[in-house]
């Protein structure tokens, strides 16, 4: 797909992005969407979109050239990028992490974190963590990676499988969850330069939706990676609780994303309830009491998920973050929230719908994926009632 010419409105030096270049942002992503979704292509117009608006750097610290955002300005781009193409939000929401979280990166040697963030400044920089294999599963329920680190003359060699690595083919770096081949194996993050030798990417994702994050099976049979590329590695016993940031910032970012696409839905209905006029009824669809009744529950239903999402943001930002039984319910209910308010699209509309050629037969394929990032509903419900109970 080829690189659309866009004019490009500089951000401002400093303060949050202004409301209407994220609305043509929106408008941007969202005029290639369908496209994607039919080719299952990495997003690369999209992300060529992002990097001439300065986007890509949005989290990286200002001292590095980016432009520091708090979390609640994070969300609110993530969210806009979201409500043009969520599966580029995906994408972007793990570079965004990346820099977001301060401990994630804290431990690093300071000239690696100091180049991704140059990247990142620069327009490229793209970032995922590949944790997910055929065996294990994700590390989220516990047990260690098969993939193995082995040391070498020159640093490490890396050899093992990872499925559903959001991102794969477009990525400028991948994070590896592996373990050493030491005798007391320690497991942590590799840093490996896409398009390093001995990676093979297998064309395995075809999904129902969000089909542009191409989370494809990446294969690595040796691959090298310098010795300071182990950017994290420590005993499994030294893992411990996750970090409460990244957390927070996974459950919200999760949250955002899928809310944008029942936006996007929500917006396509409007249009469509308003312009269409059954001859038998001679007034559109919007004018009838029980279509306002829905209506009005998608409403409630977003406004929900804004006002969740706001919140938990602006306590971060100041310092008093919810716990993480508290974020994570909140992506339990935002989503299921989406998931709903969807539906109630396709419940309004009827064959219209579900048809191809309307763009709610996309969103709702896509906001039924929300389902099954990590901690998934039933993790999240029995930590939050084992907290309720005293447990």
């Known amino acids: ?52 608006q300065g986007l890509i750097a949005l989290t990286v610290p200002r001292a590095l050239g980016g432009r520091g955002a708090s979390v609640s300005e994070a969300l609110r781009v993530l969210a806009a990028v979201a409500k043009g193409d969520p599966s580029t939000a995906l994408i972007l929401f793990m570079t965004y992490h990346y820099h977001a979280t301060p401990n994630r990166a804290r431990g690093w040697p300071a000239d690696i974190y100091e180049q991704l963030a140059r990247d990142a400044v620069a327009g490229r920089g793209l970032i995922g963590g590949l ?14 990676p098969a993939t193995i680190a082995r040391r070498t003359a020159h640093g490490w060699a890396i050899s093992g499988t990872k499925i559903y690595s959001t991102g794969s083919t477009g990525l400028d770096w991948y994070s590896v969850w592996a373990k050493t081949d030491e005798d007391a194996p320690r497991v942590g993050n590799f840093l490996v330069r896409a398009g390093s030798p001995g990676v093979d990417i297998e064309p395995a994702w075809d999904h129902l ?16 990676t310098p010795i300071d590329h182990a950017v994290d590695i420590r005993r499994p016993e030294e893992w411990g609780a996750p970090d409460p940031v990244q957390t927070l910032w996974n459950a919200l970012s999760i949250s955002v994303i899928y809310d944008g696409v029942a936006r996007a839905a929500r917006d396509w209905l409007r249009a469509y309830l308003n312009d269409r006029v059954p001859s038998n009824l001679g007034a559109s669809l919007a004018t009838l009491p029980r279509v306002q009744e829905k209506f009005g529950e998608i409403e409630a239903l977003l406004q929900v998920n804004r006002t969740l999402v706001r919140d938990a943001a602006a306590r971060i930002d100041a310092g008093d973050p919810p716990p993480a039984v508290e974020a994570n319910a909140i992506k339990y209910v935002a989503t299921a929230n989406a998931i709903r308010a969807v539906e109630i699209g396709l419940e309004l509309t009827g064959n219209p719908g579900i048809s191809r050629h309307n ?20 993790t999240i419900l029995i930590a939050a009632g084992r907290a309720a109970l005293g447990n």
């Open 1 to 52: 797909m080829a690189t659309q010419a866009i004019s490009v409105q500089p951000l401002p030096p400093e303060g949050p992005v202004p409301a209407d270049q994220l609305d043509r942002l929106t408008r941007l992503l969202a005029a290639n969407a369908e496209q994607y979704d039919r080719s299952a292509e990495f997003p690369r117009a999209n992300f060529d979109i992002l990097a001439q």
């Open 131 to 144: 944790r997910v294999e055929p065996e294990l599963g994700t590390p989220v329920r516990g047990g260690l």
């Open 209 to 224: 939706g969000m089909r542009a994050t191409v989370s494809h099976a990446v294969h690595f049979t040796d691959t090298p």
């Open 359 to 378: 763009p709610l037969e996309r969103h709702y394929r896509d906001v039924l994926c929300s389902r099954i990032h990590s901690p998934q509903t039933d």
